[in-house]
């Protein structure tokens, strides 16, 4: 069974991907790529039994951007 994120879950997945991204940099010079930053969210939500359920709260409450 899956979970929406709290905020405390938000701030350590948050907290793993910085880290994900210093060891990247600090191994290989580099940053991830979109692609594997996304599979560690993957893998951080898969291994903590939570979903994501990112931007839809923004799309019930229409666009955060300033119409134009």
Do not use: K
């Not at 994120?5 to 991204?21: P, T």
């Not at 060891?23 to 939500?45: C, K, M, N, S, Y």
């Not at 898969?46 to 666009?63: D, P």
Request: proline content about 4%.
């Amino acid at each position: 069974m899956t979970r929406p994120l709290d905020v405390e879950a938000r701030a350590e997945l948050l907290c793993f991907l910085v880290a994900g991204q210093l060891f990247a940099f600090a191994r290989e010079g580099v940053w991830l790529r979109t692609d594997h930053l996304i599979e560690l969210a993957q893998i951080w939500l898969a291994s903590n039994g939570a979903e994501w359920t990112g931007w839809t709260g923004w799309s019930a409450r229409g666009s955060p951007y300033p119409s134009t």
